[in-house]
């Protein structure tokens, strides 16, 4: 198969596995608010903000993906880098158990939103938290080989049914018990399950692959954590920067702020990790056209990533923007208030950055430019923490302080930075790059966004039930971006579909 049709594939793949991921989402969602009631909003801050220790996670998987695609033709060293990943997240785990144990006893004095009626449930669910945790943690060993043997496919089926199964799980524990502590049950063993399903994927689809810890040398290791510790404080820094945001909410707002928050950003949050999952589709192959010395390969995978990257997004963000209410509406079967609505628009407009520009993200780490990405994402959860607290004296509404720090400091560092640094760090023209990847796309939106205007005004959301308009305007977006922007590409996608 060839690269740009392996590429459109493993996002496709990608795209499916999270779509499943956001449908069981969406239901579980809705499913644990109506059964939990009033504790929801503790459940979504233990549940959300507890998430540091998935700091390590993600730089511990990011490290393995870019490890195996240099090294996937050196099969014994590829497993000693997969054997130390393992060991070192394996520490990492029980050290994150332990933490939830020791902070359960401290977590209804921390959180105003906590009361004393729930203190006793929030206990024994933040230690679930920390078990459910440990078990994603191992997971990234197994995960991110697969990734970096570009096996994107059998890593998101195994994903989906595990998903699958949290979804069967919860439901059924929450008919026989309402608890909160019955849901992150159900997380836990859902997760325990997709460690070992991970696992058992990974050593039949890699041959001779397996964890030898035995064999573990100091300069493996030593590799591991300098390629890791910029991956920790570049992804870290995004997951302590929205954990920490949504524990700010907590301590000084209510539940009800904390509830207001978490359902305004579950879509967003959804399509941001699609984004991602996407674009890390490119930090394998652009890891191995470098190690090759194929630069110019390496700049048209960067424009081809930034192209469907950005389409993609565009048609998704605009839908959402424009169909907020009626879709939140919808998902809970009743009137949703207009501040929800309003920090959900407020949070789709700093995903757009991402959309856009954040193919940048895995490129650099893959040709190996850290530093400036470390220095930046550091940067920017700072900013977002301090701009979060100066807004939260008096200027907004608790659940939006948050949702406008995001959007500003977001556009701040992937809308106008990353994508200035990458072009300045190739040499690449700044408008050969806005002409092959972004003008296609651009046109597709703003061609969108008017003949939706032009609808709305012969066809008044008064006047016609909302379903009709979601409809037509659904149409009309992907007709723009499929006939202006994605021809090719959509081509691609169906041939290596029906190859298959």
Same mark, same amino acid.
């Given at each position: 198969?060839?690269?740009?049709?392996?590429?459109?594939?493993?996002?496709?793949?990608?795209?499916?596995?999270?779509?499943?991921?956001?449908?069981?989402?969406?239901?579980?969602?809705?499913?644990?608010?109506?059964?939990?009631?009033?504790?929801?909003?503790?459940?979504?801050?233990?549940?959300?903000?507890?998430?540091?220790?998935?700091?390590?996670?993600?730089?511990?998987?990011?490290?393995?993906?870019?490890?195996?695609?240099?090294?996937?033709?050196?099969?014994?060293?590829?497993?000693?880098?997969?054997?130390?990943?393992?060991?070192?997240?394996?520490?990492?785990?029980?050290?994150?158990?332990?933490?939830?144990?020791?902070?359960?006893?401290?977590?209804?004095?921390?959180?105003?939103?906590?009361?004393?009626?729930?203190?006793?449930?929030?206990?024994?669910?933040?230690?679930?938290?920390?078990?459910?945790?440990?078990?994603?943690?191992?997971?990234?060993?197994?995960?991110?080989?697969?990734?970096?043997?570009?096996?994107?496919?059998?890593?998101?089926?195994?994903?989906?049914?595990?998903?699958?199964?949290?979804?069967?799980?919860?439901?059924?524990?929450?008919?026989?018990?309402?608890?909160?502590?019955?849901?992150?049950?159900?997380?836990?063993?859902? *997760?325990?399950?997709? !460690? /070992?399903?991970? $696992?058992?994927?990974?050593?039949? +689809? @890699?041959?001779?692959?397996?964890? =030898?810890? %035995?064999?573990?040398?100091?300069?493996?290791?030593?590799?591991?954590?300098?390629?890791?510790?910029?991956?920790?404080?570049?992804?870290?820094?995004?997951?302590?920067?929205?954990?920490?945001?949504?524990?700010?909410?907590?301590?000084?707002?209510?539940?009800?702020?904390?509830?207001?928050?978490?359902?305004?950003?579950?879509?967003?949050?959804?399509?941001?990790?699609?984004?991602?999952?996407?674009?890390?589709?490119?930090?394998?192959?652009?890891?191995?056209?470098?190690?090759?010395?194929?630069?110019?390969?390496?700049?048209?995978?960067?424009?081809?990533?930034?192209?469907?990257?950005?389409?993609?997004?565009? *048609?998704?963000?605009? !839908? /959402?923007?424009? $169909?907020?209410?009626?879709?939140? +509406? @919808?998902?809970?079967?009743?009137? =949703?208030? %207009?501040?929800?609505?309003?920090?959900?628009?407020?949070?789709?407009?700093?995903?757009?950055?991402?959309?856009?520009?954040?193919?940048?993200?895995?490129?650099?780490?893959?040709?190996?430019?850290?530093?400036?990405?470390?220095?930046?994402?550091?940067?920017?959860?700072?900013?977002?923490?301090?701009?979060?607290?100066?807004?939260?004296?008096?200027?907004?509404?608790?659940?939006?302080?948050?949702?406008?720090?995001?959007?500003?400091?977001?556009?701040?560092?992937?809308?106008?930075?990353?994508?200035?640094?990458?072009?300045?760090?190739?040499?690449?023209?700044?408008?050969?790059?806005?002409?092959?990847?972004?003008?296609?796309?651009?046109?597709?939106?703003?061609?969108?966004?008017?003949?939706?205007?032009?609808?709305?005004?012969?066809?008044?959301?008064?006047?016609?039930?909302?379903?009709?308009?979601?409809?037509?305007?659904?149409?009309?977006?992907?007709?723009?971006?499929?006939?202006?922007?994605?021809?090719?590409?959509?081509?691609?996608?169906?041939?290596?579909?029906?190859?298959?």
């Amino acid at each position: 198969m060839s690269l740009r049709k392996r590429i459109i594939m493993n996002a496709g793949s990608n795209w499916v596995g999270m779509l499943v991921a956001a449908a069981v989402g969406l239901v579980l969602f809705r499913t644990i608010r109506h059964n939990l009631g009033a504790s929801f909003g503790v459940w979504a801050l233990l549940s959300t903000g507890l998430r540091y220790p998935m700091i390590l996670e993600q730089a511990f998987s990011l490290s393995t993906n870019r490890f195996v695609a240099f090294y996937r033709d050196n099969i014994e060293q590829m497993n000693r880098f997969v054997s130390a990943s393992f060991g070192i997240l394996m520490g990492l785990a029980f050290l994150t158990v332990a933490a939830a144990f020791l902070l359960s006893f401290f977590v209804s004095d921390i959180f105003t939103a906590i009361t004393s009626e729930s203190a006793r449930e929030a206990q024994i669910t933040c230690i679930l938290v920390g078990v459910t945790l440990a078990f994603k943690i191992v997971e990234a060993s197994f995960g991110g080989a697969l990734r970096g043997y570009q096996y994107h496919t059998r890593s998101n089926i195994a994903a989906i049914a595990a998903n699958l199964l949290r979804l069967g799980l919860t439901v059924g524990i929450l008919s026989l018990w309402k608890s909160m502590i019955a849901v992150q049950l159900a997380s836990a063993t859902a *997760a325990a399950a997709s !460690l /070992l399903l991970m $696992f058992s994927v990974a050593r039949k +689809s @890699i041959e001779g692959f397996r964890i =030898v810890v %035995s064999k573990i040398g100091k300069n493996t290791i030593r590799e591991i954590f300098r390629h890791t510790g910029h991956a920790t404080a570049r992804s870290g820094s995004m997951v302590f920067m929205f954990s920490t945001l949504v524990l700010v909410v907590g301590k000084v707002g209510s539940a009800e702020d904390v509830e207001v928050y978490a359902i305004a950003s579950m879509i967003p949050s959804f399509v941001r990790g699609l984004l991602a999952g996407t674009q890390n589709i490119f930090l394998p192959v652009i890891t191995s056209l470098n190690a090759g010395g194929q630069t110019e390969r390496v700049k048209a995978v960067i424009k081809k990533g930034t192209h469907i990257s950005s389409a993609l997004a565009g *048609a998704l963000l605009i !839908l /959402l923007f424009a $169909f907020a209410r009626e879709i939140l +509406s @919808i998902w809970f079967k009743e009137a =949703v208030p %207009s501040e929800t609505v309003l920090v959900m628009q407020v949070l789709i407009i700093s995903v757009v950055g991402r959309g856009f520009f954040g193919i940048w993200l895995p490129s650099l780490a893959g040709i190996g430019h850290l530093r400036g990405l470390t220095i930046a994402a550091i940067t920017t959860a700072i900013i977002a923490i301090i701009l979060e607290l100066i807004l939260l004296q008096g200027f907004v509404s608790v659940p939006l302080a948050p949702s406008i720090a995001l959007a500003v400091v977001l556009w701040a560092y992937m809308g106008l930075w990353l994508p200035l640094y990458g072009l300045r760090k190739l040499e690449m023209h700044p408008y050969e790059y806005l002409k092959d990847s972004l003008s296609q796309p651009l046109a597709a939106s703003l061609v969108s966004i008017t003949a939706m205007w032009v609808l709305s005004s012969i066809l008044p959301k008064e006047n016609v039930h909302w379903v009709l308009m979601l409809t037509l305007s659904i149409v009309i977006v992907i007709a723009s971006f499929t006939a202006i922007s994605l021809r090719k590409e959509t081509a691609d996608f169906i041939a290596a579909v029906r190859k298959k």
